[in-house]
């Protein structure tokens, strides 16, 4: 079945270090990815995707690139802030059919330290 | 333009009660869905609605969990009775629907606490 395995947290970093955080997939045909993020006390947000191979996802600073090679879609930052202090989630939905389902990964803690 | 809403926000109760929880999606939103996360875990969906009609419950543990949605708007999801391992956040979440490149939306939660 799908599958989402991300890096075990917690990390943390200082203001304006470089964030990796690694996510890999186990998936038949060709799924969607996401990252999510969950400030504290809030939902979860969309903070970036990819639909195809090679595709970039970015937002607010952060990036993300969908490797079917290696099954991949590590989220990094240039240069984080206190403010990225949160929980992300990477997440796959398959394609395919009318059920758009995500399946998440265990989630990692940033915390980000000025 | 107002986000997905839950109520309650907080709830515990004792095992083998009842408890009921509340989404309104997104105004126009076709899909909706009800996730549980557990603590330490992604949310896991367990069940989606397209309108008023369920597309997938396969992961809803039907012997004791339900839910509708009603006119395909709002919906509700109960638990009766409760378990203990049922502590969890209850997360809902909305989509324009209809395609699957559409991002959902989701609500705060709400934590279950079961004693």
């Known amino acids: ?114 | 333009e107002a986000g997905v809403a839950q109520s309650p926000r907080y709830k515990i109760i004792e095992k083998r009660q009842s408890v009921a929880f509340w989404c309104n999606p997104i105004s126009g939103h076709a899909t909706l869905y009800w996730y549980q996360q557990i603590l330490g875990q992604g949310p896991k969906l367990l069940i989606q609605f397209q309108n008023n009609g369920v597309v997938d419950d396969s992961q809803l543990p039907k012997d004791r969990f339900s839910a509708e949605r009603l006119k395909g708007v709002d919906s509700t999801l109960k638990i009766q009775p409760a378990k203990l391992e049922d502590s969890a956040v209850y997360l809902c979440a909305s989509s324009p629907g209809g395609w699957e490149t559409d991002t959902q939306y989701f609500g705060p939660g709400t934590r279950l606490t079961v004693l």
């Open chain 1, 1 to 114: 079945g799908n599958s989402v395995t991300q890096m075990e947290g917690p990390v943390t970093l200082s203001e304006e270090a470089f964030l990796t955080i690694n996510c890999t997939y186990t998936a038949t045909g060709y799924p969607s990815l996401f990252w999510y993020v969950q400030y504290p006390g809030e939902g979860l947000q969309l903070l970036l995707k990819a639909t195809k191979a090679d595709d970039k996802g970015s937002n607010k600073g952060f990036e993300a690139t969908y490797r079917k090679e290696t099954t991949s879609f590590h989220l990094e930052k240039g240069s984080v802030q206190v403010s990225d202090s949160a929980v992300y989630f990477c997440a796959l939905r398959y394609s395919g059919g009318s059920n758009y389902k995500l399946t998440f990964g265990k989630g990692t803690l940033l915390t980000v330290n000025p």
